[in-house]
C-alpha cells in the first residue's frame, strides 16, 4: 500500500503563515484531505478536494496540491491552531483503501 | 446533524476478539455513503483500519499489523457498523474512531475525505 510522509512537526510564530507538507505517489492522482486534531479529541476535517473547506473551518486554511505533494498552509495562525495534522488520502493501489500521512506536531510560538 | 457513536468493551484480553459497534444518527447508513474505521495507539498517529459501504463491499488495511485479522460489517435494520479485530495484542491497545468515508470529484481527480467522525473510544488489550 501507499505511504504518506509529513515532516514530524513545525513552529510558527503567532500571526505568521505556515505550510506542512504531505507527500506521496497516491497524491499524483487523488486530492487529499486534512485533519486537525488537538489533545484528547477526536480529528476534525479542515481541507478536503482541491481547496474546500467543511462547514466552520476558518478561511486561514487553505490546500494545494502539485505533483506528488499536498499542502496545507495556515495564513495568520492564531494560538487555538496548535494541533497535530493529518493528511489522508485513497491508496494508489486501485483498491478503495485508505492511507494517512505521519502527522505534523505545529507549534504556534 | 449526522452523528457518530462507538460503543463496545474498553477492556479485552490477549488473543481474545475486539467487537466495537458504531451508530449512526441524523443520516441513513444506506445514503451511499463507506463508513470507516481508524485507529490511534498511545502518542502515535492515526492508521485506517477498514470501511464498508451500505451493500456490504469492504476495503481493509493490509498492512501486517491488521492484515488478515478485521472484519467491519453492516446492519442497515439497526444504521449500525461493527468492527471485529481477532487475536488482540497490547499492541492494538487505541483510541478506535469510526467515521462517515465521503467522496467527490473535480478537476478531473476523484477525493476522498472522513468527513462526520465518532468522539472515539479507548481499548485496551490487558489481562
Known amino acids: 500500500s501507499s505511504e504518506l510522509t509529513q515532516d514530524p512537526a513545525v513552529s510558527v510564530a503567532l500571526g505568521q503563515t505556515v505550510r506542512i507538507t504531505c507527500q506521496g505517489d497516491?497524491?499524483?492522482?487523488?486530492?487529499a484531505s486534512w485533519y486537525q486534531q488537538k489533545p484528547g479529541q477526536a480529528p476534525v476535517l479542515v481541507i478536503y478536494g482541491k481547496n474546500s473547506r467543511p462547514s466552520g473551518i476558518p478561511d486561514r486554511f487553505s490546500g494545494s496540491s502539485s505533483r506528488n505533494t499536498a499542502s496545507l498552509t495556515i495564513t495568520g495562525a492564531q494560538a487555538e491552531d496548535e494541533a497535530d495534522y493529518y493528511c489522508?488520502?485513497?491508496?494508489?493501489?486501485?483498491?478503495?483503501?485508505?492511507?494517512f500521512g505521519t502527522g505534523t506536531k505545529v507549534t504556534v510560538l | 446533524q449526522v452523528q457518530l457513536q462507538e460503543s463496545g468493551p474498553g477492556l479485552v484480553k490477549p488473543s481474545e476478539t475486539l467487537s466495537l459497534t458504531c451508530t449512526v444518527s441524523g443520516s441513513s447508513i444506506s445514503s451511499g455513503y463507506y463508513w470507516g474505521w481508524i485507529r490511534q495507539p498511545p502518542g502515535k498517529g492515526l492508521e485506517w483500519i477498514g470501511s464498508?459501504?451500505?451493500?456490504?463491499?469492504?476495503?481493509?488495511n493490509p498492512s501486517p499489523p491488521l492484515k488478515s485479522r478485521v472484519t467491519v460489517s453492516v446492519d442497515t435494520s439497526k444504521n449500525q457498523f461493527s468492527l471485529k479485530l481477532s487475536s488482540v495484542t497490547a499492541a492494538d491497545t487505541a483510541v478506535y474512531y469510526c467515521?462517515?468515508?465521503?467522496?467527490?470529484?473535480?478537476?478531473?481527480?476523484?477525493?476522498?475525505?472522513?468527513?462526520?467522525w465518532g468522539k472515539g473510544t479507548t481499548v485496551t488489550v490487558s489481562s
Open positions: 464498508i459501504d451500505h451493500s456490504g463491499s469492504t476495503s481493509y
Open positions: 497516491s497524491l499524483r492522482s487523488y486530492f
Open positions: 467515521a462517515r468515508d465521503n467522496s467527490g470529484y473535480d478537476y478531473g481527480y476523484y477525493y476522498y475525505y472522513m468527513d462526520v
Open positions: 489522508n488520502s485513497r491508496d494508489s493501489s486501485g483498491n478503495h483503501l485508505r492511507v
